[in-house]
């Protein structure tokens, strides 16, 4: 289960708190849950949500970049973050096949993501171009409508 969260909700600094004992109320098992953090919101201020994070981790829950690209990304922080995964922006993604900068930019990200240790998944994935395309470059992972076919999230590794 992935939830969305605001950096002003890890601002507060017991966040991690609130999740850990949500965890013990429910049984939850960590490994089952991941927070996305969208990208333009924590390179908004990087340095008060490290520790916050850092935190969210140890307690075994994954963590996401959400709409990786759009923001104003500063690598040294990136490489900080304690994340597993990172979710490259449709807007890149709509661009496969009728944009080669676009798929430059996702190849990119792919391989940066990849020699940094993180999982990718690409959203927004409607065309079977698209999705041979990710394919192709070595997607972990895809988001999306496919024709008729829902996509959620299906692992093509």
Do not use: W
């Not at 333009?40 to 935190?55: C, F, T, Y």
């Not at 304690?82 to 807007?91: A, G, R, Y």
């Not at 698209?130 to 829902?150: E, F, I, S």
């Amino acid at each position: 289960m992935a939830i969305n969260v605001s950096v002003r909700q890890l601002g507060d600094g017991r966040f991690h708190q609130k999740l850990e004992r949500v965890l013990s109320e429910t049984g939850l098992d960590p490994c089952n849950l991941e927070i996305e953090l969208t990208e333009s919101k924590v390179m908004d201020n990087p340095k008060a949500v490290v520790a916050e994070l850092d935190m969210i981790r140890q307690l075994g829950i994954d963590l996401a970049v959400d709409d990786f690209g759009t923001g104003h990304s500063s690598l040294s922080y990136l490489q900080r973050l304690p994340i597993k995964t990172l979710k490259i922006d449709q807007s890149f993604v709509a661009g496969i096949g009728t944009n080669r900068d676009s798929e430059e930019i996702v190849k990119t990200i792919i391989a940066m993501g990849h020699n940094l240790g993180l999982q990718l998944i690409a959203e927004g994935v409607e065309t079977a171009q698209q999705a041979a395309y990710l394919l192709k470059q070595k997607c972990d992972l895809m988001q999306g409508y496919l024709g008729l076919t829902q996509i959620t999230t299906i692992d093509f590794v």
